[in-house]
């Protein structure tokens, strides 16, 4: 049982920053590796970033050098600074976590948060 719940989206100007939380809950035994992905009306879900429990990260190319992805672990806890945002940032951003729970035995889990609503506009 894992629950990840996202925070921080919001209204901002073009130019603009801003920060997402997601935090996980239950009874973790291990995150492998965390995620932000993000939604446009009318569009696929498409890989912001993800970060590994040993910190390897990758961004996808229309995000890299504006967004920085980072965890804390023993928070359960991601984060993604976004900063110099523009319009084409506008989407639903949800958080992803894979690893193991413990319910008597270790079990899988992948696992998505609600997403949290980014408007980038003037």
């Known amino acids: 049982q894992v629950q990840l719940v996202e925070s921080g989206g919001g209204l901002v100007q073009p130019g603009g920053s801003l920060t997402l939380s997601c935090a996980a809950s239950g009874n973790i035994f291990r995150i492998n590796a965390m995620g932000w992905y993000r939604q446009a009306p009318g569009k696929q879900r498409e890989l912001v970033a993800t970060?590994?429990?040993?910190?390897?990260?990758n961004y996808a190319d229309s995000v890299k050098g504006r967004f920085t992805i980072s965890r804390v672990n023993a928070k359960n806890t991601l984060y993604l600074q976004m900063n110099s945002l523009k319009p084409e940032d506008t989407a639903v951003y949800s958080c992803n976590a894979e690893g193991w729970y413990r319910s008597g035995a270790a079990y899988y889990f992948n696992r998505w948060g609600q997403g949290t609503q980014v408007t980038v506009s003037s």
């Open positions: 970060i590994s429990s040993g910190g390897s990260i």
